[in-house]
């Protein structure tokens, strides 16, 4: 992933969702565009990127192509990250898969706070189901001593998996990594959808902070009604 500083907790996910409207002597889309040129997770975080080579057609159209991978980011839909920085990671095999990454940080040095996922699923797990059950065995290796609760939820591709884990907080490598947790001091929740579309599992990831007095439904419908937002700004490519 791109940037050439190391990464510190998050913070949180705090716009309202507010409709954009499409102008070219408007604001740009969303701050920067930018391509992971190095990141590490083992030892000293890194996270280092170079500036995306179509930026400008990002922040004007408000659309930018992930690659080859038949998905785009609308930039239209996501509002709350106008003053974001979004960074691109394309086929990284890290994980012994094909992942590509479209990835949100505040300023582009970290902590990544909001993840859109496209794996390519071996043709072993090409089956919704299967894939699913793989999806909640290898998060519940993530979560450490953290507890992560499943249920059945929508997405713009169909019906999915839904994930959600009090505490969780944004990294370098979020949100693919070993899960990391809120200080007492600054209380926050993550929110994860999987939905698995032809041959490819899709994330939807983000965190957000858990504000005093808020109790645990309250905080939880309010991470759902952020996500049916964040979900709307990736679309396929060819939406045949």
Known sequence: MNRSRNCLLCLALGAAW?????????????????TVTEQRCQGPAI?????HPRRRQAQESGSLALGDTGYRVD????????????????HDGSRGVDDSYALFSRDGSGPIEAAYVITRLPEDLRDNELALRQVVAIQQGNTGDGKASFIEADTPFGRGLEMV?????????????????????APSIGISRFVVRNDDLIEYSLVMSWPDGVGQGAIIEQAQRRMDGFQRGLAAADPR
């Open 165 to 185: 884990v009090g505490g969780r907080v944004g990294s370098t490598c979020y949100p693919t990594a070993r899960f990391l947790y809120a200080t007492a001091e």
């Open 47 to 51: 996270l280092q990127w170079a500036v």
């Open 18 to 34: 507010l409709p954009i409207a499409a102008s070219a002597d408007e604001t740009p889309a969303i701050h920067n565009v930018v």
């Open 75 to 90: 930039l239209s839909a996501l509002a709350p990250f106008r003053e974001w920085t979004l960074m691109e990671r394309l």
